[in-house]
């Protein structure tokens, strides 16, 4: 449930503290258990100030020692983000077709014809991806995978097509057409990024409680990350070599999680203490 939106002057730590400090005392709220922000310098000194106001009005919950929760889906973001700093070629090409056909609506009619003709079971539309939001490339690729045989007719049936990727982009060439390569290659990416993708859907969730779920993700993000850091797949290995130094500095050391996660997954029935204490193994 959304409460408010404030207008910002400026995003300073203390900017940020006093307009959640008047949201506070215009609601009538005295007792703060958690803040859950970004993973950013402005709102580690944003809570620090609340903290510091909520413990003298003597109605802090422990002192305000667990006051400070840092957004998990924010920080998935950035190890993910990481890893995709080197977008592969086949990416490229297949974000260079997605963007061909959307510049055109008789384009996009065009490539409905071929979908239709290659009885491809795609009732939805294509996505152009923002390069710097890694779940929206994971959709991009998601859907054009759908329509791969499509593009494949398409590229036969419009002699423009193929012209268009011999043009210059930003004084680069573009990748593309897409190859049976290329595809064959975005299709091993949506298998990598779909558990990241399920577990940032999990984390962001508005209709159901999220903290208990943290260990569990957490431990199977983890786990995936330390199976393919022994692959032999160079095309994933570099990924998830960065992806596993950012997961380390935000999650590997215990010490710097709230302790709070930790007793929302003991108090779910179905992990408690021995999940736990499963989750624990695996980083040590």
């Not at 207008?7 to 215009?26: F, R, V």
């Not at 290995?237 to 960065?242: F, H």
């Amino acid at each position: 449930m959304i409460l408010n939106f404030v207008q910002i002057s400026n995003h300073k730590g203390e900017t940020i503290a006093k307009l959640i400090e008047d949201c506070l005392h215009k609601w009538g709220i005295e007792k703060v258990f958690t803040i859950t922000v970004d993973n950013a310098t402005a709102n580690d000194v944003a809570v620090s100030i609340l903290k510091r106001r909520v413990n003298g009005w003597e109605w802090s919950v422990l002192n305000g020692e667990y006051m400070h929760v840092r957004c998990c889906a924010h920080i998935l973001n950035l190890i993910v983000s990481d890893g995709l700093k080197e977008l592969h070629h086949s990416i490229s090409s297949i974000r260079a077709a997605v963007r061909y056909i959307q510049l055109s609506t008789a384009r996009v009619e065009k490539l409905s014809v071929c979908v239709a003709k290659e009885k491809i079971d795609f009732k939805g539309k294509l996505v152009l991806d923002v390069p710097t939001r890694w779940n929206s490339t994971y959709k991009m690729l998601e859907v054009a995978l759908k329509c791969q045989k499509a593009f494949e007719r398409y590229e036969e049936e419009d002699s423009k097509y193929s012209q268009y990727f011999l043009e210059e982009e930003g004084g680069k060439k573009k990748f593309g057409p897409p190859s049976k390569i290329d595809w064959a290659n975005a299709s091993r990416f949506v298998e990598f990024l779909r558990s990241f993708y399920q577990a940032t859907l999990k984390f962001s969730a508005t209709k159901s409680i999220t903290s208990n779920c943290f260990y569990l993700e957490l431990g199977e993000i983890l786990n995936l990350l330390k199976k393919l850091a022994l692959t032999n797949d160079s095309l994933l290995l570099d990924m998830v070599s960065n992806m596993k130094k950012k997961f380390d500095k935000y999650w590997g050391n215990l010490d710097n999680t709230n302790l709070l996660l930790y007793v929302a997954a003991v108090l779910d029935p179905r992990y408690k203490l021995g999940y736990i204490t499963y989750c624990l193994g695996l980083f040590l």
